[in-house]
């Protein structure tokens, strides 16, 4: 099923880290595309922004922020959307991204990915900053479902029906990180398979894909390992339900070699390409 934008399946990328900037430049791997961190290109010279202008002339490009903070009660910092939008016109990126999430108040900034409250009020806050981000960069905003490892009590919505009605109110893209589903719901306890048939398929842009960390009473989502088998047959429940999307593999702790990193993109392939079973007669 096709987006309501149109936008295309890129195929399967990887994100653009430092640790492979030599060998992108020096081999020109045969890859099709690269999601880059916004925030770590926003405000820098030398050679981080000469690789990604290189990058950018030879591959099709995203961005993805963790800092926009949609859901703060703090006032849209437009200088930094500013920047934003001037980074996305530089990199003629497809589409930009961001969490659904809080990162501070105050004017302070957590660093982190700060869960939201899913009621009514905190809906209809964060459709309007939807609208008027969307507005300003001149384009659909497409939100992340994050990570989670705690919950507000205060809460009365699934965090999937939250971002669900957000998406069609706000008329915003999805980038649904199907790990981070799997996080979540090991940490809270919900059916992870009913988290993606509640999503919007024409809504949902991008996939992401990644590894994390189980501690046993909960896992975190650290990005520094291969994808389990849970989560690749998640992929496979998106595919069977959503059709060909655009899909990432992250990888940000302990980050091996580029040939490594993309032949763990490339199995999304296989499990696209996987027959489906059918069930047995009676």
């Known amino acids: 099923m096709a987006n309501r934008w149109g936008y295309s399946d890129l195929g399967f990328g990887i994100g653009l880290r430092t640790v492979h900037?030599?060998?992108?430049?020096?081999?020109?791997?045969?890859?099709?595309?690269?999601?880059?961190?916004?925030?770590?290109?926003?405000?820098?010279g030398g050679r981080p922004s000469y690789v990604l202008d290189q990058v950018a002339e030879r591959y099709p490009i995203v961005l993805h922020g963790?800092?926009?903070?949609?859901?703060s009660?703090?006032?849209?910092?437009?200088?930094?959307?500013?920047?934003?939008?001037?980074?996305?016109?530089?990199?003629?990126?497809?589409?930009?991204?961001?969490?659904?999430?809080w990162t501070g108040v105050a004017?302070?900034?957590?660093?982190?990915?700060?869960?939201?409250?899913?009621?009514?009020?905190?809906?209809?806050?964060?459709?309007?900053?939807?609208?008027?981000?969307?507005?300003?960069?001149?384009?659909?905003?497409?939100?992340?479902?994050?990570?989670t490892y705690l919950e507000f009590s205060a809460s009365h919505w699934t965090e999937w029906d939250?971002?669900?009605t957000l998406a069609e109110e706000a008329d915003c893209g999805l980038l649904l990180d199907v790990n981070n589903v799997y996080v979540s719901s090991y940490n809270h306890g919900f059916d992870p398979r009913e988290y993606i048939d509640r999503i919007p398929p024409d809504r949902v842009v991008q996939?992401?894909?990644?590894?994390?960390?189980?501690?046993g009473t909960h896992?975190?989502?650290?990005?520094?390992?291969?994808?389990?088998?849970?989560?690749w047959d998640l992929y496979r429940r998106v595919y069977r339900r959503m059709g060909g999307i655009a899909t990432l593999l992250e990888w940000d702790e302990d980050i091996p070699a580029f040939d490594?990193?993309?032949?763990?993109?490339?199995?999304?392939?296989?499990?696209?390409?996987?027959?489906?079973?059918?069930?047995?007669?009676?």
């Open 21 to 44: 900037f030599s060998h992108i430049l020096s081999h020109q791997p045969s890859i099709d595309w690269f999601e880059v961190l916004s925030e770590n290109f926003m405000d820098t």
């Open 66 to 71: 963790v800092s926009m903070s949609v859901g």
């Open 73 to 101: 009660t703090d006032p849209i910092n437009f200088d930094f959307l500013g920047k934003l939008k001037t980074l996305a016109a530089r990199t003629r990126a497809h589409w930009v991204s961001d969490h659904l999430c």
């Open 107 to 147: 004017g302070l900034n957590t660093h982190d990915l700060l869960p939201m409250p899913y009621t009514g009020e905190a809906l209809r806050h964060t459709i309007q900053r939807v609208k008027t981000i969307s507005e300003f960069l001149e384009r659909p905003l497409v939100l992340e479902n994050p990570s």
């Open 162 to 164: 939250f971002l669900a």
């Open 207 to 215: 996939i992401h894909l990644a590894g994390h960390t189980n501690k």
């Open 219 to 231: 896992i975190l989502d650290t990005h520094s390992d291969h994808v389990i088998d849970e989560v």
């Open 260 to 282: 490594i990193v993309h032949a763990e993109a490339l199995k999304a392939r296989q499990y696209r390409e996987a027959p489906v079973e059918e069930p047995h007669a009676a």
